[in-house]
């Protein structure tokens, strides 16, 4: 407790070191799942899971571990390769079907 560390630096430690935090990518992640989902063709508006999210973000930065250095920020590429494979269209994809199986049921 109190330790100092955040999630981001057990895994990018001379990033963060170095002036690397996580939200500095913020607006680029909202684009990405964003894209994903008009992509998809998911209806309704751009609700990303707290799974889905977390799950990119541990996938960007153990992805990123092995090039880890003081001016090391993770590229878009490895973002939008994590958010394809972090199960976010899959969850969204589910879950507006079982809307619609409620609804039909009504």
């Not at 560390?5 to 684009?31: K, M, P």
Request: aromatic fraction near 12%; charge should be negative; hydrophobic fraction near 40%.
């Amino acid at each position: 407790m109190g330790s100092g560390w955040s999630f981001t630096r057990f895994y990018l430690q001379l990033a963060v070191d170095g002036g690397y935090d996580l939200t500095e990518d913020a607006q680029l992640i909202w684009t990405i799942f964003e894209k994903l989902h008009n992509k998809a063709g998911i209806g309704g508006t751009l609700e990303i899971p707290m799974e889905s999210f977390t799950r990119a973000v541990e996938i960007v930065l153990k992805d990123g571990e092995p090039f880890d250095a003081p001016k090391y920020h993770p590229p878009a590429a490895l973002w939008e390769q994590a958010i394809r494979n972090c199960g976010y269209t899959q969850v969204r994809i589910a879950t507006s079907r079982l809307k619609l199986a409620v609804l039909d049921r009504s």
